[in-house]
């Protein structure tokens, strides 16, 4: 959807109602800068993705990436800033070791990072999903 083309609504963290931006959940620069295919994730839990493999699943493939239009450009950038600079070190530190990890594999990624802003990324997302009237003001 080009800059122009972006939807209007209630921001899911202030309530202001105008354009809003895109986005990136996990952040663009954490290797999110690709197409990815979303669907419910009902429809994924539970198969048996070896004797399923030919069903087609339903969804549909966004090509910038993970993430939606939740937030007024004003707090995406806000909140952006609080966490994006240490996930992305996170996930950058993480990605070769967990590129030849097997399931059940214990790694250990040596990492300089505020735990805390990491985790609070997650819930972040969580809380713009929440319906408008449920938002932090």
């Keep these: 959807m080009a800059r122009d083309n972006r939807p209007e609504g209630p ?5 202001t109602v105008g354009l809003l931006s895109f986005e990136h959940v996990p952040p ?24 399923d493999s030919d069903d087609e699943i339903e969804g549909r493939t966004q090509q910038r990436g993970a993430g939606q239009y939740t937030l007024c450009e004003a707090c ?3 909140t952006g ?11 950058q530190a993480a990605m070769p070791a967990l590129s030849v990890a097997k399931a059940g594999d214990v790694v250990g990624i040596p990492v300089d990072i505020r735990p805390l802003r990491v985790f609070e990324a997650d ?8 319906r408008p009237e449920l938002r932090f003001s």
């Design 11 to 15: 921001c899911c963290l202030c309530g």
């Design 28 to 51: 663009q620069s954490a290797f999110n800068d690709s197409s990815v295919f979303l669907a419910e994730i009902k429809r994924l839990l539970g198969r048996d993705w070896w004797a």
């Design 76 to 78: 995406n950038n806000k």
């Design 81 to 91: 800033g609080w966490y994006v600079s240490d996930y992305v070190r996170l996930a």
């Design 123 to 130: 819930p972040g997302y969580v809380l713009q999903r929440l």
